[in-house]
């Protein structure tokens, strides 16, 4: 019986005693399905529920009143050997070894869905995160959001949400004619201007203007300068692009912020926002009344000199995603963003929506490398393509994925590097290939799922204690995703992988796929087949999840 297909009964039983009468409710206020999970604590039975926590209020019942008559429907599904009131109202519901067995089955014909669910369905996300200035390689500070930030997309994703990932280039304002003049020094072979970047990776971008633009360096510094501004920032896009897809992170929108100022978009934001009453004129400038909802200041818009401010940008990006459609707008920003919570959940109020709804600002903290060596290619940083040589693509985002975005991480190079049991994204995908290969095994052994084309499957031969494990955290998985996209922490996926890959080895250990010797092929071969495969799918899918390859020979 798969958490669905007992979600369903449970709801017929609910319904059954509605119509009788034991229970009074309305109709609309039964379910077509609830949520069950499995305990904590395995003795507490397979499966729990807290309906009748939910639902005795609309009855006006006690709690554990109601539980004790939907337990007595509870008894008559079949495969449901025993249902247990505990604590306040929650039942706890064990079934047969037949009805939990029938799991395996049910993975491996969903597959690749297995997991995924409709509970954000219709909810429209824009999610931004990265973001990194355009003026120099991705580097240590951006890999959390990277590898987070696609993981919490994904599991968004398996929830039913449309979510769109989205990377804002900061491509205006003075930081971009630093860069080209920093480009432009290094062509001309004169030292790194004041507040200009350092790197070697200036003078390779200086060498690609000079590919593209043979005589750049015969023209006036003015007339050098725009033409540069262009060619290097193209290329230095290139690059990020490039690391990012080297590490497995891809973006639906690249948006530049130098296009929402040529289009107009700070005077119509300003405009925009002064129509719904906050804005105000103050000492020649523009200003954004922000304290009206929670900001400790308020916020100029348009300087006194006529020029607009980060701020202004940042209230008219907002206005952009509100006017593409996305009614929940998630920023995903570094440790040092703490102020912009407030002022960004200001600008959504101020534009007449519900700061505690239509946004959300998620705070990463910071990343370090015992032992990394810094670039030599782009100074006093650590670059994300080195990582990714240095310890592989897999052990890094695996390594992010599973601590929370708000607790300071150190990677340790050393353990990521270990072939061994105490390395975690190894101990997973290690469990995955060690699936795969038993069930390459088993095909030489001529154990199959099917027979003459029939399903060799009997459900009550997974009677096994680590059989009964097994299938139990293999059920729970569908609710970790559902729980990752909640509270966006892809992190519990991959700690309840870890948990998978644990009594899948205990499992291996202790139950044959394969008949042993001359022995001949069973239907408990047959089935536990199924159950090893069911397991590498839902490692498969879990991996996935978070970005990571799940190997299939290690």
Not at 366 to 377: C, E, H, T
Not at 427 to 441: D, E
Not at 502 to 511: E, I, L, Q, V
Request: a negative charge; one cysteine or more; aromatic letters at 8%.
């Amino acid at each position: 019986m798969t958490p669905e297909e007992l979600s369903a009964a449970i709801s017929a039983c609910l319904k059954d005693a509605v119509s009788t009468g034991e229970i009074t409710l309305t109709e609309s206020a039964v379910p077509d399905s609830v949520r069950v999970e499995r305990p904590k604590n395995r003795d507490h039975g397979d499966w729990a529920t807290n309906i009748a926590l939910q639902l005795s209020k609309q009855a006006g019942m006690n709690p554990r009143d109601f539980a004790g008559i939907l337990s007595n429907h509870l008894q008559g599904i079949p495969g449901v050997t025993g249902v247990e009131i505990a604590g306040p109202g929650f039942l706890n519901i064990t079934v047969d070894a037949a009805t939990a067995g029938a799991l395996a089955k049910a993975i491996v014909e969903a597959g690749a869905s297995y997991g995924t669910n409709q509970a954000l369905a219709g909810r429209v996300v824009n999610m931004e995160f990265v973001s990194a200035n355009p003026t120099g390689p991705l580097h240590i500070g951006h890999t959390r959001w990277a590898a987070l930030g696609d993981a919490i997309a994904r599991v968004l994703r398996a929830s039913g949400a449309d979510v769109t990932a989205e990377y804002y280039i900061n491509d205006a304002g003075s930081q971009m004619n630093v860069f080209a003049n920093s480009v432009l020094s290094r062509l001309h072979g004169r030292g790194v201007p004041e507040g200009g970047y350092p790197g070697e990776y200036i003078r390779e971008l200086g060498d690609e203007v000079l590919n593209a633009h043979p005589g750049i360096r015969e023209l006036t510094d003015e007339a050098a300068l725009p033409v540069i501004r262009s060619a290097a920032y193209e290329a230095q896009m290139a690059d990020i692009k490039t690391t990012l897809a080297e590490f497995g992170v891809e973006f639906d929108v690249f948006f530049s912020e130098k296009e929402l100022h040529d289009a107009g978009a700070i005077e119509s934001a300003v405009a925009r926002l002064r129509e719904q009453g906050h804005v105000f004129d103050d000492g020649g400038a523009v200003w954004l009344r922000t304290t009206d909802f929670g900001d400790d200041k308020d916020r100029v818009m348009i300087r006194a000199n006529g020029e607009p401010t980060y701020f202004a940008a940042d209230a008219a990006y907002y206005l952009s995603k509100k006017d593409r459609g996305f009614t929940e707008k998630i920023y995903l920003l570094g440790a040092d963003h703490h102020g912009y919570i407030n002022r960004l959940k200001a600008i959504a109020a101020c534009a007449g929506d519900d700061p505690e709804v239509n946004i959300e600002v998620l705070i990463g903290q910071l990343v370090s490398v015992n032992g990394a060596k810094l670039s030599k290619r782009a100074g006093n940083i650590i670059e994300l393509k080195d990582l990714i040589s240095w310890l592989g693509k897999d052990a890094v985002r695996y390594s992010l994925a599973r601590f929370p975005a708000d607790s300071p991480l150190t990677l340790d190079p050393e353990l990521l590097k270990k072939h061994s049991n105490e390395n975690p994204v190894f101990y997973v995908q290690y469990a995955h290939a060690r699936s795969r290969g038993t069930a390459r095994n088993a095909a030489e052994a001529g154990v199959e799922r099917q027979v003459d084309g029939v399903d060799a499957f009997d459900a009550s031969l997974l009677d096994h204690p680590t059989e009964n494990e097994l299938l139990s955290y293999l059920g729970s998985y569908p609710s970790i995703v559902a729980k990752a996209a909640e509270l966006r922490e892809p992190h519990r996926v991959a700690r309840h992988l870890e948990v998978i890959a644990g009594a899948y080895h205990r499992w291996y250990d202790a139950c044959r796929v394969s008949p042993q010797g001359d022995d001949p092929v069973l239907d408990v071969n047959r089935t536990r087949l199924w159950l090893n495969d069911a397991t590498s799918q839902v490692l498969a899918n879990g991996l996935e999840l978070l970005g990571v390859s799940a190997p299939e020979r290690m």
